[in-house]
């Protein structure tokens, strides 16, 4: 008899999906509470199915990540009028800074102040060049 699927033992997202973590599940995807935030109330968007990044999650799978993100977004901002934007993003590789193998969209609500310097949000993942200035 086919074994029932329980995901990758040794994978943090797959154990947290096992133990019922999910703050939210839509169909194909779950949300958690990252465990070291980079603000208040940031989010992973996980799909059920272990798979390496992005780049493998299926439509279905990234659609039901919009859908849930989405509506993620109005629940954030319904519960704290304080978040007055979001980053949104992927890691794929560890040369782009993925640290866990299991896809994942990361939620990271902001708030004005929150940095002294925002500009150029997620350019930031390469050291010193968040912002920049156009001649
Ligand atoms: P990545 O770096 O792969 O894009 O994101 C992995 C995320 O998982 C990080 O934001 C990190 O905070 C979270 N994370 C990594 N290891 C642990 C852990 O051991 N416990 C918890 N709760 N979160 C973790
Ligand atoms: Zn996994």
Same mark, same amino acid.
């Given at each position: 008899m086919e074994r029932?699927? /329980?995901g990758h033992t040794n994978c943090l997202f797959c154990r947290w999906i096992r133990? $019922?973590?999910a703050v939210e599940t839509l169909d194909t995807v779950a949300a958690f509470d990252d465990?070291?935030?980079v603000t208040a109330g940031h989010l992973l968007i996980v799909p059920l199915r272990h798979t !390496? /990044?992005?780049l493998f999650m299926t439509r279905r799978e990234i659609s039901d990540s919009e859908t849930l993100? +989405? !509506?993620l977004v109005e629940k954030i +901002?319904? +519960?704290d009028p304080s978040v007055t934007g979001f980053n949104i993003g992927t890691n794929i590789g560890a040369s782009a800074g993925q640290t866990?193998?299991?896809a994942h969209i990361h939620l990271i609500p902001r708030r004005d $102040? /929150?940095?002294a310097s925002p500009e150029g949000g997620v350019r930031g993942v390469v050291d010193g060049k968040r912002g920049y200035h156009p001649s």
């Open positions: 029932p699927y /329980d133990a $019922g973590k465990g070291f935030p !390496a /990044d992005w993100i +989405r !509506a +901002r319904l +519960r866990v193998f299991h $102040g /929150d940095t």
